[in-house]
Structure formats: C-alpha cells, structure tokens
C-alpha cells in the first residue's frame, strides 16, 4: 500500500495511492465530483435512492448539488486554517469507532451544508489527533453503507487501509512517517 502527502511540508494529511493508478484517493474523489457525465450515469443509476432519501427528482439539480457541495467540502479538507483542525471535520464511522480515537475509520462531509443533508462522504484512518490517512469516498443516497454495493467497496477499502498500519506497527503519525520512509 502507498501513501502520499495531500498538502506537501505537512504530515497531517495523507491519501492511499494504488500504484497502477495516476492520481491519490482523495484527488480521485474530487476529480468525479467535478465530472458531470460520472455524476449523471451515477445519479441516473441510482435514481430512486435519490428520490426516496433526498427528495430529488431531477439528475440535474443533483450534479450541481454535488458540484457545490464538491467544492465546499474540498476547501474545508485542502485549505488552511480549516486543514489543521480536521478532527472538528471527520467524525467516528460508526459506534465500535468511538472507543478508541487511534486508527478509527473516520468519515467527514460538509456537515453545515443547506437544502439538504451532504451525501458526500470522505473516508479516512484517523492516527492521532488532526492526523488522518483518506481512504476513499462516495456519494451516499442511503442510510448504511452495506446498502449499495459502491459504499460496501469503500467500507473494505477502509478496513483494509486500518488492518495493513497494524500489520506494520503503525499506532500514530511518527510510526506512519517511519513506515513511509522505509520504502
């Protein structure tokens, strides 16, 4: 597994990169959510979620929800003063997350979004404090993320992503630096 710096100087931030791949988890993520013919094939496959959860009938008014909301969420990942306080960003995945807060599966959204809830979603392995390892990310139209088949692959990502840094010995930022300069 490759990790790379998203914001370079800085060892806050990190995304999974799979080698055969050009660009990092987190720089795919914003790439389709900027691309409106993924977003309409998307968005025209999964209709009825989009009806049903978020009360949306027109493809149209969900690509431009999605730009808008692409771009807000990226400024509060990507941009300072907003890059050092990510924990107030991402949030436990799930109640089993809460116990511990070194390497839980994290996820954030833009949480003050207006209209309607964000269905964006960030994934991340969280190290310590302000100090997170994106995994990936989805555009969420249901409640559970077993739900949709789309959402299950980042949730394995996410796992995969935690069970291979405690195969290294990764506990927190230093042993996740050290692991990276290894290779």
């Keep these: 597994m490759e990790f790379v710096r998203v914001i370079k100087g800085y060892d806050h931030l990190w995304a999974v990169k799979a080698p055969d791949k050009e660009s990092d988890e987190l720089t795919s993520l914003f790439e389709r959510w900027n691309d409106a013919d993924y977003l309409f094939q998307f968005f025209k496959d999964n209709i009825d979620d989009l009806k049903s959860y978020f009360k949306i009938e027109k493809i149209s008014q969900a690509i431009r929800d999605t730009f808008e909301d692409s771009d807000a969420l990226e400024e509060l990942i990507l941009t300072f003063p907003y890059t050092e306080e990510l924990d ?17 599966r994290q996820k954030a ?12 979603r960030v994934y991340a392995i969280r190290l310590e404090p302000n100090v997170y390892v994106v995994t990936g990310g989805a555009i969420k139209l249901t409640r559970a993320m077993q739900d949709k088949e789309h959402t299950m692959i980042e949730l394995n990502k996410l796992n995969r992503c935690k069970e291979y840094l405690i195969r290294n010995g990764v506990f927190d930022k230093d042993s996740f630096v050290d692991l990276n300069m290894e290779k």
């Design 88 to 104: 107030t960003l991402f949030k436990p995945l799930d109640v089993t997350d809460t116990k511990s807060m070194e390497l839980t």
């Design 109 to 120: 959204r833009n949480w003050e979004r207006e209209r309607h809830d964000s269905w964006l």
